[in-house]
């Protein structure tokens, strides 16, 4: 082997060394600001307005009373179109035991009303476009892209969030701490803790 060959092949392993060195030393924790925003023991209570597919506003509160699940999605999303089959079986499965999904477009309405026709909802959707990250950011968590789900009690109280495709394992977990907390079994805060956790 010539030398150079040998001087390179030495130089490669210390800097690997000292990378694998680096990273082990370093503690890859959540940054504060997410940590904060995920833990916190603000109440916040949502209120807003925006259109359905059919131009007629709604405002949040229409839905009191229940258990509702905000689901932030748009056409070109395809882990949000991969979500909305299990939120549909869900509304069918839970719509009785006080729980609501509701849609929230972040898009144009000529996509939604066209991609609605196949997707068949079983749940209201509105549309927001940047009106619906408004209400994504005003809820004080990290709002970081799509799809991103809120929970909220029935009296309003946002209780937890989520941001990524949701899976049937997180819905599982979210009916029951929102079931506990409706027989005031846990509290809000200990609500907010596990549902941030999903």
Same mark, same amino acid.
């Given at each position: ?43 916040? $209570? ?11 506003? $709604? ?107 949701? $899976?049937?394992? $997180? ?28």
């Amino acid at each position: 082997m010539s030398r150079t060959f040998l001087i390179f092949t030495f130089a490669l392993f210390v800097l690997v060394a000292g990378v694998l060195f680096y990273t082990s030393q370093v503690s890859f924790e959540e940054p504060k600001s997410l940590e904060k925003t995920r833990i916190s023991e603000a109440v916040t $209570h949502l209120t807003f307005t925006l259109p359905d597919m059919d131009g007629i506003n $709604h405002d949040f509160s229409e839905w009191s009373g229940k258990n509702r699940i905000l689901n932030f999605w748009a056409t070109w999303c395809a882990p949000c179109r991969r979500e909305i089959p299990l939120l549909k079986a869900f509304q069918v499965e839970q719509g009785d035991n006080g729980f609501q999904v509701i849609g929230i477009a972040v898009d144009f309405p000529e996509p939604v009303v066209s991609y609605a026709e196949t997707a068949a909802f079983n749940y209201p959707i509105l549309i927001g476009e940047k009106d619906a990250i408004a209400v994504a950011e005003s809820s004080g968590f990290e709002f970081i892209g799509l799809p991103f789900t809120m929970f909220v009690t029935p009296d309003g109280e946002l209780i937890g969030s989520y941001i990524g495709e949701l $899976h049937q394992s $997180h819905l599982d977990t979210m009916v029951e701490v929102m079931t506990r907390l409706d027989l005031t079994e846990i509290t809000s805060a200990e609500a907010r803790l596990i549902l941030n956790q999903l």
